[in-house]
């Protein structure tokens, strides 16, 4: 039976802009064995492709800006969900204090708008008033030095105001908003089902709040020592690295 590995970017797979040697050949390896490797993450597709052009891993899905938008691994457009304007412009509004981001997602390309502290290629920077009603896949709100307390004050004052239209997470120190019915959780259900794989057999790995819609999915749940401890209640196994997860309880089972 094929197995299949969700695993989230930034703090699970890429660590300073790098990735461990040992999980590109762990990721390799269980692929090699007929299983399935795809990335679950709050960024765009432009976000992510140093990890086909720099770092040679193959990817066999992409649930892309916490499951907003899909691909399979031909890029293909599984699935597309889009934040109305009028609530995109009231979140703007109602925390201009702090850094705001929106992102529309095109099949190559990343159309920022707001303050952004990414400098992905082909990303054009626009003002909320330039977007004329137009529609985004994720917001994405930053706290440069607000504790965390305050952070998840905000993201629960927005899922009780907005309730009706989107989802905010908290991802460290950024609350991302998306569609509502939009999680990690339920985009990487959504491709185990089309590629029929049993949930028994599936396995998802992060380090944020915004994964544990992830680990909700499957009893084969993996974190880290160094995340947060209330984090750590929402997942079976504690692991090192994404390789020991692949060789210690994928392959060596």
Not at 74 to 83: A, G, H, M, Q
Not at 111 to 140: A, M, N, P, Q
Not at 151 to 177: G, P
């Amino acid at each position: 039976m094929k197995k299949l590995l969700a695993s989230d970017i930034d703090g699970t797979l890429i660590h300073n802009g790098e990735i461990k040697q040992c999980d590109k050949e762990s990721i390799l390896k269980l692929r090699k064995s007929n299983n399935i490797f795809g990335v679950s993450t709050g960024r765009p597709y432009k976000g992510i492709t140093s990890l086909i052009n720099e770092h040679g891993i193959d990817i066999d899905f992409y649930v892309l800006l916490n499951g907003a938008y899909i691909l399979d691994k031909d890029l293909n457009v599984l699935k597309r969900e889009l934040i109305p304007y009028h609530i995109i412009k009231t979140i703007f509004e109602k925390y201009d204090n702090y850094t705001l981001f929106g992102v529309e997602e095109g099949m190559q390309t990343s159309l920022l708008y707001g303050e952004t502290l990414f400098h992905w290629d082909d990303i054009y920077r626009r003002t909320i008033d330039e977007l004329e009603d137009k529609e985004c896949l994720l917001l994405s709100i930053h706290f440069e030095n607000n504790k965390i307390e305050e952070i998840n004050e905000i993201c629960n004052e927005i899922n009780k105001e907005f309730s009706q239209d989107v989802v905010a997470y908290r991802n460290a120190q950024f609350v991302d908003v998306v569609p509502k019915g939009c999680s990690k959780g339920n985009g990487v259900k959504m491709v185990c089902e089309m590629m029929n794989i049993d949930m028994d057999n599936v396995y998802t790995i992060g380090d944020s709040f915004n994964d544990v819609s992830m680990f909700n999915i499957t009893k084969n749940s993996f974190s880290f020592p160094n995340v947060e401890e209330k984090l750590k209640e929402h997942v079976n196994f504690i692991v090192d690295s994404v390789s020991e997860c692949i060789e210690k309880h994928i392959l060596g089972e």
